[in-house]
């Protein structure tokens, strides 16, 4: 009953062939930062710690 409901959805992913892998890794990494970190005293600097460790910054002069 499950896969008769979900049918069009199954058949979608095998007709485009994409998923939802690399927002589920880029939530993940965010996960990690935050629970690194134990609290941020504001928004902006767990942003900030976002943005350097999902960013892809390269730091080399």
Avoid: W
Avoid at 11 to 17: E, G, I, P
């Amino acid at each position: 009953k499950m896969i008769k409901n979900h049918l069009p959805n199954i058949l979608t992913c095998f007709k485009h062939r994409i998923s939802n892998a690399v927002a589920e890794g880029l939530n993940s990494k965010i996960q990690t930062i935050k629970a690194n970190a134990r609290g941020y005293r504001s928004f902006a600097g767990f942003r900030n710690s976002i943005l350097f460790y999902c960013g892809g910054l390269d730091m080399a002069p």
